[in-house]
């Protein structure tokens, strides 16, 4: 249970404070943050916050959207990203979490756009190994290859990463993301200490009509964790188990409810 | 203009007869065939309706759906192909689209569903052979696994397909399923005459409520064509190129004007 961590969007409807207590009274030992309800706290009160509960920051979501064409977007995007490393150090988050982005509108280039990330990377990744922060590349799954990343596969994500030092960039893996993968568990093995983040989901079906909101507490889907959260560890992870859901349902019902639920699906079904 | 076919899905309202006439008035070469509308007709007449019109059959869809563990239900499904395959041996379609199938219900056996489909293909593979039947195995969007198709990646097709003899066994390359891919123009040209069908469909967002019927027109989405016809023409693939849509919108408008639009944008987007 000590591994065990909220990421702070599956009680969307609590604020940072409220989120921070709940993991304390669930008896958690790491909290997952995001920028956005971080900067409506303070950056700096939200580090006194999370520190003063003792509770670990697993990772901060997200950076990322690094596919702009136009020189003017590019460069406010790697500003952002700048930022948001500099957020991450003031959290102590050992990474940030990077939704690498989309098509532009328009466009169909994906080689294309896939090279403009693998070049802001180049720029970023050793900003963010001097502040001891590492970019966490996300595959997301292939149905948001269009809108939301270009990355879609550990392969892919591996063969990006492995391309800057592993304290610079490692990887994500997100159950949800990469459940159907027939390579998965053969990547998680190739990723070993390049692995920065372990985020578990359910996938559930049929998809509703947000398909970003497909996210589901384990156990009402069709994932089967626990080959995940073995190769995870084979692999070499110490880090964190952070549970993260983007569902109606879920943000529709109390957050110790959801944290309760949480906590007994992660020992009956992941660890 | 010759290798361009319909598939029948695409003028989903037409019947058989209807969507035979509507290929000869485009100036098709070639019709896609499903196994109800055919049936409908009459297997003897729907193969002699379609050979009357001097039109090739591309595909017969579909085969497939091999995951079951219960031996009864799988006896069936076994069954089942068999008429499909004899199906497709008297239309003359050259190849049998299959879609191998999801989890079963409540199953989470990823590895279990995909090890069911290879020994069912062990079965079918030298039946279909003797037949002069290829069956054409379908990798399907990753965002279809758990319902419709537990086969998601092209390499992963070409792993299963390669057991078998190149002409018992083949693959389909369908760009709505494929474009994400970072591997797919690649396992193309490893694919060289295993590429038993090439259907183009454009990939839209947002996916409809149903997401079966995100199956756009070309030039709708945000796949781009050429590279994948480029690479299916360089692996040797001599075959039809098949539009299969299956999308609202286009069943609501007249089918010459589907194929009106469909044979411009072919020439526009995908040759």
Known sequence: ME???LNQMTTKHWSLAEAVDGCVRAGLGSIGLWREPVAETGLAAAAKLVADAGLRVSSLCRGGFLTAEEPGARAEALADNRRAIDEAAALGAPCLVMVVGGLPAGSKDLPGARARVLDALGELA???????????L???HPMYCADRAVLSTLRQ????????????VGVVVDTFHLWWDPEAIGQIAR??????????CDFLTPLPADVLLG?????EGHVDFRPFTEAVLAAGYTGDIEVELFNAEVWATPGDEVLATMKQRYLELVV
Chains 1, 2 share one sequence.
């Open 157 to 168: 994500a591996l063969d990006w990463a492995e391309r800057f030092p592993a304290g610079q």
């Open 191 to 200: 990723a070993g200490d390049r692995i920065a983040s372990y985020q578990v």
């Open 138 to 140: 996300e595959p997301l």
């Open 215 to 219: 996210r589901g507490m384990m156990g």
């Open 126 to 136: 050793p900003y963010a190994g001097e502040r001891g922060v590492r970019l966490a």
């Open 3 to 5: 591994r065990l961590s």
